[in-house]
């Protein structure tokens, strides 16, 4: 979970991510939205996949990058247990939720 939200720190990572939510896409596509160096690009792109944010599929000479939806719903599920979000009763009673005086 860790890796997860390390990669989500990334104001970069997360708009690559937000390009992604549309289908996959080439890392060149990927690139004409940023103006950054293609090794720092590259970085990028290497942190999200160990994150097991997005996947990787060559076809060719060409690299294209799909989201991985379902291990961010895993990371966001378990931040929210270990939160206690979205446990009923433990919510409403929790510390952070009660005003000071009540």
């Known amino acids: 979970m860790n890796r997860v939200f390390k990669a989500l720190a990334d104001p970069s990572?997360?708009?690559i991510l937000q390009l992604l939510?549309?289908?996959p896409l080439?890392?060149?596509d990927i690139a004409r939205h940023f103006d950054l160096a293609k090794p720092t690009l590259s970085g990028h792109f290497a942190v999200l996949r160990e994150a097991d944010l997005v996947d990787q599929e060559r076809q060719g000479t060409t690299?294209?990058?799909r989201l991985n939806l379902s291990v961010l719903e895993e990371a966001l599920s378990g931040l929210m247990d270990s939160m206690g979000i979205g446990q009923g009763e433990r919510v409403a009673h929790s510390p952070a939720l009660v005003k000071p005086g009540k």
Do not use: V
């Open 13 to 15: 990572r997360r708009r």
């Open 21 to 23: 939510r549309e289908g």
């Open 26 to 28: 080439s890392a060149g």
């Open 63 to 65: 690299i294209y990058y």
